[in-house]
Antibody
Framework: EVQLVESGGVVVQPGGSLRLSCAAS????????MHWVRQAPGKGLEWVSL????????YYADSVKGRFTISRDNSKNSLYLQMNSLRTEDTALYYC???????????????WGQGTMVTVSS | DIQMTQSPSSLSASVGDRVTITCRAS??????LNWYQQKPGKAPKLLIY???SLQSGVPSRFSGSGSGTDFTLTISSLQPEDFATYYC?????????FGQGTKLEIK
């Protein structure tokens, strides 16, 4: 079964740091671009970041650029999001998502995890 | 950055109705347009990719059309399980922006 499982979400103070993880299974992880997408409580979806299949290309939303870093470890079938200088507006459910087609950077997201909640509050 | 605008923001309809949701991009995105369905407390689900391709396992009552800047998602005959929020998303360029969502409610 193709599956993504996020972890690492907690309550953190403004200015703090956090690392989210996403464990992948059921597919050839190193063939696909991976994404992080977030959803603030009661709000819509916001794309956060992507990393290409080989880790050679990364992109970020302007709202997180310079504060968040996406990475992957293909030997561990894992995706990460290092989040620094957290702000209250970063409070959201964070989903990892898999690109639809092998080796494409720009693509639809066909598999999503269940999400991990990050709350930034003093 | 490309802005995606959906209309309407909410919609009331009955089982059996034909429903159309519109998504407009702020610049041409060719056919790099995808549609998702999200139910409360659940992750989004891919319905349509590349504007008109039906994702595997998605019922054929869902269809997508359009290219350039204007796109539509059509549900030909609403079923009870279709009441949800629908999002469009462009995958033409980063940031891969989403529309604000259309909440489809039971009339």
């Amino acid at each position: 079964e193709v599956q993504l499982v996020e972890s690492g979400g907690v309550v953190v103070q403004p200015g703090g740091s956090l690392r989210l993880s996403c464990a992948a299974s059921g597919f050839t992880f190193d063939d696909y671009t991976m994404h992080w997408v977030r959803q603030a409580p009661g709000k819509g979806l916001e794309w956060v970041s992507l990393i290409s299949w080989d880790g050679g290309s990364t992109y970020y939303a302007d709202s997180v650029k310079g504060r968040f870093t996406i990475s992957r470890d293909n030997s561990k079938n894992s995706l990460y999001l290092q989040m620094n200088s957290l702000r209250t507006e970063d409070t959201a459910l964070y989903y990892c998502a898999k690109g639809l087609e092998q080796w494409l950077v720009q693509d639809a997201f066909d598999i999503w995890g269940q999400g991990t909640m990050v709350t930034v509050s003093s | 950055d490309i802005q995606m605008t959906q209309s309407p923001s909410s919609l009331s309809a009955s089982v059996g109705d034909r429903v159309t949701i519109t998504c407009r991009a702020s610049q041409s995105i060719s056919s790099y347009l995808n549609w998702y369905q999200q139910k409360p407390g659940k992750a989004p689900k891919l319905l349509i990719y590349a504007a008109s391709s039906l994702q595997s396992g998605v019922p054929s009552r869902f269809s997508g059309s359009g290219s350039g800047t204007d796109f539509t998602l059509t549900i030909s005959s609403l079923q009870p399980e279709d009441f949800a929020t629908y999002y469009c998303q462009q995958s033409y360029s980063t940031p891969n922006s989403f529309g604000q969502g259309t909440k489809l409610e039971i009339k």
